[in-house]
């Protein structure tokens, strides 16, 4: 009997201590599905176009009376150009857009080279600005704009918007004196395998007066990468480049999480660093935190886009602890009032399905802030903290003190059944 009562004490405190570990193991993640396909690389000196009508002209009507007249430092191809369709114009794809490719030329002192600025002209003598090909990604076009008239009024790179996603991480920058606006800032990162030049994905008013430019970029092609900021005047010149303003090792090289700060290009031209916004209370309207929460996802341990960095995020954007401990809201406004477009399940995280105004503000804030704290709560067992542990590794030390636990049950038992022999 003594025997089956020391049984049944065992398996209870086994028990107990295997539904402990489902309270302090972090929640489950499903695996995403769907995730968003890769975008088709362009080849050198390729442009990615789209033609924007202000009238009823069509793109039939329009492309014959383009030309392309383009140079570099080595020559140029006579003004005001040639035809467009001589630039290897493709057919108009499925997304509405064209290609066309800037020539290389042969020069006996100067080699092979490409002709990477351009003016885009149309009848008239309408044209766009001078721009430049700045080796962009397929995820940028220029877009070339039709007046009524079917003149040409204007062209320029753009980034095209793309589905954020629990692959995609959101960086801002504060692009200060240095990187006036009437330029373009593009956002270098490089590693084995990856070489990406990107422009922002978007602009927010984030104080006021303030304007900063957002990036989202793969995560995985930009942790462990080399990054610099590189700003192109309008006409797509190269002028300035920023680099991590760190001392040593590797400087420049993005660790994750380092987006929940603000990266700051320092106005000598040349550097840029990461920080928080100014110690000032309501130094940020709340209606403009929207995009900066949405680059979050409640239920993701993680430290670019999850809950894992929250507490960085909440100094950076949100709340600042003064001198004597004392929190403070940056925020102006009520975060209730802040309407956001959330996602409904986690598996729509990989597809960046999302559902317009499901959540407001504060509900985000606490939603995220009570994760963070589950995660980086102290258990009240031996003081162990589990928040940053792997759910194996959980697993394994709640396992060895349930078999201490066992282990004294079965010490302290048989002592008392020896001492009463005696």
Known sequence: MKIKKMFFGLTIAT??????????????????????????PLAEGEILLRIVHEGETTDEQIIPTLKVYNWNDGGNNGWP????EEFGLSEKRADGRYTFTLP???????????????????DNDSQTGDSAWMGLDATHEYTLTINAQGGVVGGGWNKIAQTYTSDTLRLWVDRGLAAHEQGYLMLHYWKEGVDVK???SGYSEITTGKWMAYYDVAKADLRDAHMQFIRHESTGVHAQTFDDSREGGESNVYTAGDNAEIFYLWDNGEQFGRGSLADQE???PVANLKLVLEGYFTCLDDADNGYANWDRVKQTWITYTDAEGVAHWRTDGVLTDLMLDDFAT????ATGNRTTGSIDGLSKYQKLEAEWKAANAQSPLFGVSFGNMDNGVIIAVVTLLSVVSVSA????????RHSKKN
């Open 104 to 122: 290389k030329v042969e020069e006996p002192d100067i080699g092979t080279f490409l002709r990477d600025k351009f003016i885009i002209t149309g």
């Open 346 to 349: 986690e598996a729509d995280y």
């Open 198 to 200: 990107t422009l922002p």
């Open 282 to 284: 309501k130094i940020v």
């Open 409 to 416: 049950i079965v010490f302290i038992s048989m002592k008392r």
């Open 15 to 40: 028990v107990s201590v295997g539904a402990l570990v489902g309270v302090l193991a972090p929640h489950a993640i499903e695996t995403p599905v769907g995730a968003a396909d890769a975008v088709e």
């Open 81 to 84: 150009g040639k035809p467009i």
